[in-house]
């Protein structure tokens, strides 16, 4: 059965309106009926009470806003009328809410996924090789190998609007008018057939591009390092090509300590190139192109064979958030992070700024002091970071965010924290650390969709789940990435984008747990080598996240 309205958390004191309502809407609520002064458009909140001036707001049963101006019984929450507020935390309370609602997990204890299996133990749900750059000053080589590798070993996939161009050009020479060609409705897109991969049991060559390296400090080219490492040593890449040019910061020699880092005893198929020692552009690509080949036969070697779900390491992300979000989406996935963890497997919570209110719950949360204390001095840090650069995390939301309802960061971080379940805080990473523990591990990167998706693979996430409400493309070089919708008007509107629609638990056809186990139904299969819409695109999203200045 579908409400008009939600309240989130008990001690809340604002509804999200699940459908429009427009003004003089009669509410059922408790029991009585509140009737909208204002129209409140669907993801927005209403208030069930008068608010006066230096009222709080609490939503998630955490304060998330500071009334500024009036809002009458009845009337909508806006930017105009509350400001971003959120509480103090203190990390040396020394409580560790170590209990917690473990969920039944039996039906799951059995099941596996088919995935590649490494030596170090870990687990892959993909087979990639890849190709990458240590320095920006290489990424047109990398571009030179992809055009010379993809099409011949049969990775190519485009779709092509080339014929769309054609017909317009068609149109305008035979005479058509501007008005008439706007009007013309043009044929569908061409997709060019893939050639039959010559290395089967290779998912593909994923040719990774970036601007470091050099230009900016020493530690931006140690960090840069240690991502690409962990992309390197990540389970689900068979080997890598990687292009120096020699004289940049980010050296050979700072990459192997960095691999040494993640995998002490590396065994995979490793090719390293200086161009400035090698000579011409000729000579490394001829080099490279047979390095890399040599390297796919011994990729192709690799086959799928059963894993069980603790293998699996899942990032949780969330990118073009809506009002909706932290209630159908965000929770669901929130359920699968505790199921995950419960069968034994990893969780990685990411996105700090987007953490903003909930400081004192994680801090709760973590198993012990020193975790408590590393989250909330990280937390600090870089909110410290952002206010002197002129901005801070109440500055967080999109104009996107708060025209579907997500007023102030705080409203936002509380609803994005829900994908993390109520699990206990195990380990507390900064960029670009590797997960080694079971359960939620909470990893210190920025709240933007590509760099925060780029940072949790990097730290060993084989599969990312992505809510949206909005809508986002995104997708990553080795990693699947599951777009998680909060509604159901976006599954149909983008469904060559979504996976998965959760906007069934707002239209009163499911409930959270329910679609928290289809996710995980449907996470068993991509890890098993079912394709995601970001894959089939070919969304190969890669952003580093450079944190000093340049010199």
Same mark, same amino acid.
């Given at each position: ?308 779900? @603790?293998?699996? +390491? /899942?990032? !949780?992300?969330?990118? =073009?958030?809506?009002?909706?979000? &932290?209630?159908?989406?965000? *929770?669901? $996935? ?124 990097? @730290?060993?996430? +084989? /599969?990312? !789940?992505?809510?949206? =409400?909005?809508?986002?493309?995104? &997708?990553?070089?080795?990693? *699947?990435? $599951? ?69």
């Amino acid at each position: 059965m579908k409400h008009l309205v939600a309240q989130i958390h008990p001690h809340d004191n604002v509804l999200v309106a699940l459908t429009d309502l427009p003004i003089g809407t009669p509410v059922p609520w408790k029991d009585g009926m509140i009737t909208t002064t204002q129209a409140i458009p669907a993801k927005h909140k209403v208030a069930p009470q008068a608010f006066e001036p230096g009222d709080l707001v609490h939503m998630y049963g955490v304060l998330v806003g500071k009334v500024r101006e009036r809002i009458p019984l009845g009337g909508l929450l806006t930017t105009s009328n509350i400001q971003h507020a959120t509480d103090s935390f203190d990390q040396t309370t020394g409580v560790h809410r170590l209990n917690w609602p473990v969920p039944d997990v039996t039906k799951w204890q059995e099941r596996n996924f088919m995935g590649f299996h490494r030596a170090d133990g870990r687990v892959g749900t993909a087979n990639y090789w890849l190709v990458i750059p240590l320095v920006f000053c290489e990424n047109r080589n990398i571009q030179v190998l992809e055009a010379a590798l993809v099409d011949d070993l049969g990775y190519g996939r485009k779709k092509s609007y080339q014929p769309q161009t054609q017909e317009l050009i068609s149109l305008m020479q035979a005479g058509k008018t501007v008005e008439e060609i706007l009007a013309t409705d043009l044929h569908s897109a061409e997709i060019s057939r893939q050639k039959p991969r010559l290395f089967p049991n290779v998912d593909g060559v994923r040719f990774l591009q970036h601007e470091g390296g050099c230009g900016g400090i020493r530690q931006d080219a140690q960090t840069l390092c240690g991502l690409l490492a962990g992309y390197i040593t990540h389970p689900n890449v068979a080997g890598a090509t990687v292009l120096s040019l020699g004289c940049q910061n980010a050296q050979v020699s700072m990459l192997q300590d960095e691999i040494n880092k993640r995998s002490p005893q590396f065994y995979k198929p490793l090719y390293i190139l200086e161009q400035q020692k090698i000579g011409t552009e000729e000579d490394l690509i001829s080099t490279a192109l047979r390095q890399t080949f040599a390297g796919l036969m011994q990729a192709n070697a690799q086959h799928r064979q059963p894993a069980p779900l @603790s293998k699996l +390491t /899942i990032g !949780l992300e969330c990118g =073009g958030s809506d009002g909706f979000s &932290g209630i159908s989406a965000n *929770p669901a $996935v929130g359920h699968v992070s505790d199921m995950l963890v419960a069968l034994g497997g990893s969780v990685i919570l990411a996105e700090f700024p987007e953490l903003c209110g909930v400081e004192q719950e994680l801090v709760d949360r973590s198993v012990d002091q020193p975790t408590a204390e590393r989250f909330s001095s990280l937390m600090k840090a870089y909110g410290d970071s952002a206010v002197a650069v002129g901005s801070g995390f109440d500055m967080n939301p999109s104009p996107g965010n708060i025209r579907d309802g997500l007023i102030t960061d705080a409203m936002k971080s509380a609803g994005a924290a829900r994908k993390g379940g109520s699990s206990p805080v195990v380990a507390v990473l900064d960029y670009p650390e590797l997960v080694t523990k079971p359960g939620l591990n909470l990893l210190c990167t920025p709240g933007n969709d590509v760099e925060s998706t780029t940072a949790e693979v990097g @730290s060993g996430a +084989t /599969i990312v !789940l992505f809510t949206t =409400g909005l809508g986002t493309p995104t &997708g990553n070089p080795i990693a *699947p990435v $599951v777009k998680i919708s909060s509604n159901t008007a976006l599954a149909n509107r983008m469904p060559d984008i979504i996976d998965l629609n959760t906007g069934t638990v707002i239209d009163g056809e499911e409930t959270i747990e329910q679609a928290g186990e289809r996710i995980l139904d449907y996470v068993i299969r991509v890890a098993s080598g079912e394709e995601v819409a970001a894959v089939r695109h070919g969304q190969t999203d890669f952003i580093p996240w450079k944190r000093g200045v340049s010199l």
